[in-house]
């Protein structure tokens, strides 16, 4: 693992990771540059070991990480240069067989999920200490809202008519925590996460805080982002609320250090759990 493809990801990772805590934005030429590295690689490998089945396993992980890929962007998990990264670490994944390769692929998503969350959490944290009294007075008004206090009193219901029954006490912290965490998250975006730019400042893919109307056209502020042309439309506004994501980038760093690190004792946890 300590070869080529360590280095040449682990570089890319961090350079990544750059661009997106910087612009919220990862280069296509980067993502297309590791897809082209790495195979490469995988083929130059494969011609001096006399494997070609190695080709064949890299085109098997091409289509599963393509299919992956677009299922996390589509069901708003990435944003689309986070799901262009996963793709193009597919040489990562090659194995000797399309079940390790398989297995390799499911191993590091299980580690860009757990990665992502401590993550967010951290970040999270960092953004709500830089931004305490802002983000205060947002939750304020959040919890004024009625659907809010209603599901917390019916937590706290709940929760008193427990009895200790695990599952019910479940539930009944589920429903207490829940527009806790809705309220937190909503109050974070608003003061931390929205910026005020100029029509000139945007950039294809910015993503709107709301639907926007100009010269008869209603530009709708969707997951997609904004199009060349919608920005073309909008270079003339003076003010236009944009949102800025979690860069994400750096959870595929934790995540490649802990499928380089952590995978062998990874596998024997669930072999000793099996």
Excluded: C, H
Excluded at 42 to 68: K, P
């Amino acid at each position: 693992m300590f070869g080529f493809l360590f280095w040449l990801f682990l570089i890319g990772i961090i350079v990544a990771s750059l661009q997106d805590v910087k612009r919220r934005e990862i280069d296509n030429w980067l993502n297309l540059f590791l897809v082209f590295a790495g195979f490469a690689f995988i083929f130059y490998r494969a011609v001096f070991e006399g494997n070609t089945s190695l080709i064949f396993q890299f085109g098997f992980a091409l289509v599963v990480l393509f299919v992956l890929s677009n299922l996390f962007y589509e069901g708003r998990v990435f944003a689309g240069g986070d799901a262009k990264l996963l793709f193009a670490m597919t040489a990562l994944f090659v194995g000797v067989s399309f079940y390790v390769t398989l297995i390799n692929i499911g191993t590091f998503v299980f580690f860009l999920m757990l990665g992502g969350s401590i993550y967010g959490l951290i970040y999270s944290l960092i953004s709500y200490y830089k931004n305490f009294d802002k983000v205060n007075g947002e939750m304020k008004n959040g919890f004024g809202k009625l659907w809010v206090r209603l599901l917390i009193i019916s937590g706290a219901l709940l929760f008193t008519l427990s009895y200790f029954d695990w599952m019910f006490l479940f539930v009944s912290v589920l429903v207490l925590l829940l527009p806790v965490l809705f309220v937190f998250a909503k109050a974070l975006e608003k003061v931390s996460m929205v910026r005020v730019v100029g029509g000139r400042e945007l950039r294809e893919g910015d993503w709107l805080v709301d639907d926007i109307k100009v010269k008869g056209k209603v530009i709708k502020a969707d997951w997609d982002g904004l199009s060349s042309g919608d920005v073309r439309l909008l270079k003339e506004k003076k003010k236009v609320n944009i949102k800025e994501g979690l860069p994400f980038a750096p959870a595929f760093l934790i995540a490649f250090l802990g499928y380089v690190f952590l995978r062998s004792w990874f596998f024997g946890l669930l072999v000793g759990l099996g």
